[in-house]
């Protein structure tokens, strides 16, 4: 079937990682944020990018008090989607005209959890299936959009505040920052590449031996449009499945003589998880000794999605240790330091094998934070603006240069 739905984790999801595992994000008392956070936030798109093609934004998500998916206008009204279909029917129109080059445009998020698109030149073509929302699926090459230059930003804004990041867990493609305004007036912002990060990106990427230049994504007419994220490139073929096993093989052996020490929750120091591999899967126990989870040696595709042998379910046990496992194996750090997450950016991507699309994107980005994987978010590395009493949010294109 030519539509099928991205795995991208939710911005709620990214949320409840980020606080679990020790990212930087505040939730205000409840009673105050709630007061701060109105139905409704300022969002200024900037368009930066100096290219000539008219830009389309969209604001799709699901409205947090009703749990509906839909879509909001640019005032922030919310529309549902209406029913879909098998096969996938034509969603409603719910593109917003965006900014000319060098202009801007504000416009209204409300309370959502989803994704804010932009694209160039055309609509994204949205589909609606009997189950939802049918998301551009790129690495399907049937895909309509898959001559499209676009890209999103995922966001959470409720009565705790705002999230906004920059993702690049699914591709690396048109090039924006975001940003939010705080109470006090001062701005953060995360996501900006490097002068010459758009193209060092991908000069870094296609002088990779062992096939990570297939990730990339050009049209007919040369035009470089993205760069696949490794799991699509295990997934398609386009990245070999074999790519991560001498590092997993590696980190096998080491474990079934020596201790990995996992401590996932940064506030719980105390809390700690030991993991040693027997025969030839990997057990963790306490501190009381008892095993608490255990895990299969995972191939590329669970290291790269961090998922199906490195599942990772919202618990307090399994799902912590995985990140922090899905973390290492993608930076490999997992062999040069037995406790994990190691949180120096000084020691990641530095074992020959390695998640070098996650190496590229952080190497170029201003200041080294970003969404390349799924757990990124491990030891604060991800590209992300948070407030409680947020007073308005900033999404920048930024020039492919």
């Not at 911005?11 to 939730?27: K, S």
């Not at 009703?66 to 209406?82: E, I, K, L, N, R």
């Not at 990995?260 to 009381?288: C, E, I």
Request: with cysteine; glycine share 10%.
């Amino acid at each position: 079937m030519p539509y099928i739905s991205t795995p991208t984790r939710p911005a709620a999801a990214l949320v409840a990682t980020a606080a679990l595992l020790g990212g930087a994000l505040a939730f205000g008392a409840p009673d105050r944020a709630a007061a701060a956070v109105p139905d409704t936030i300022a969002l200024t798109v900037t368009n930066n990018s100096g290219r000539a093609e008219p830009v389309y934004l969209y604001d799709l998500g699901t409205q947090l008090s009703s749990g509906q998916q839909g879509w909001a206008d640019a005032s922030g009204t919310f529309h549902a989607w209406p029913a879909g279909g098998n096969p996938p029917v034509p969603a409603p129109d719910a593109a917003i005209t965006g900014p000319a080059a060098g202009q801007s445009l504000t416009i209204r998020i409300p309370k959502f959890s989803g994704r804010i698109y932009f694209s160039y030149g055309r609509k994204l073509d949205f589909r609606l299936a009997t189950g939802g929302l049918v998301q551009p699926a790129v690495q399907n090459p049937s895909d309509p959009n898959r001559d499209i230059l676009f890209n999103w930003s995922e966001y959470t804004l409720n009565d705790s505040g705002l999230w906004l990041n920059s993702t690049q867990v699914d591709m690396f493609s048109a090039p924006y920052s975001v940003g939010v305004r705080r109470s006090d007036g001062t701005v953060s912002t995360t996501g900006r590449l490097k002068s010459g990060g758009w193209s060092g990106f991908f000069s870094a990427l296609r002088a990779q031996s062992g096939g990570w230049s297939g990730l990339v994504q050009t049209r007919s007419d040369g035009t470089v449009l993205r760069a696949l994220s490794p799991l699509y490139g295990v997934e398609t073929g386009a990245l070999p499945a074999n790519v991560m096993d001498d590092y997993v093989n590696r980190v096998w052996q080491k474990y079934t003589t020596s201790t990995l020490t996992v401590t996932p929750f940064a506030d719980q120091p105390a809390k700690k998880f030991y993991g040693r591999v027997s025969g030839g899967v990997m057990n963790f126990t306490d501190s009381s000794g008892a095993v608490v989870t255990t895990f299969q040696k995972p191939d590329a595709d669970s290291v790269f999605g961090c998922h199906k042998l490195l599942d990772a379910p919202n618990d307090d046990v399994r799902g912590p240790i995985s990140r922090t496992l899905c973390a290492g194996f993608n930076r490999s750090t997992l062999l040069t330091d037995p406790n994990q997450p190691d949180t120096t950016p000084g020691d990641f991507y530095q074992d020959a094998v390695t998640n070098q699309y996650a190496r590229a994107v952080h190497g170029q980005m201003a200041d080294g934070k970003a969404y390349a994987f799924a757990f990124d978010d491990v030891g604060n590395q991800e590209s992300l603006v948070n407030d409680g009493a947020p007073q308005q949010a900033y999404l920048t294109l930024d020039p492919m240069s």
